[in-house]
């Protein structure tokens, strides 16, 4: 059986000075980027909402942001 669900999402705007590549490499350098098997072993081990919360803020680098995968430009359109 499929279900339907609505979702509210944000949709924000930045604009910058700073060239396309230059943009992308600032926030690619502020976003967390885990060891996955540490972070899935360490996730595991949490007993608490608050333990695994910690986890989860410790890997995701100050900014609340994480990469679990990336996608090149060709990767991402399939060709």
Do not use: C, H, W
Request: proline share 1%; hydrophobic share 45%.
């Amino acid at each position: 059986m499929v279900t339907n669900r609505k979702v509210e999402v944000d949709r924000i705007s930045i604009i910058s000075n700073k060239t396309f590549e230059e943009a992308v490499a600032a926030l690619e350098a502020s976003v967390g980027r885990p060891n996955m098997a540490e972070y899935m072993k360490e996730m595991m081990e949490t007993k608490t909402y608050a333990e695994m919360e910690a986890v989860m803020q410790k890997a995701a680098a100050g900014t609340g942001f994480m990469i679990f995968m990336g996608l090149g430009r060709k990767e991402g359109i399939g060709t």
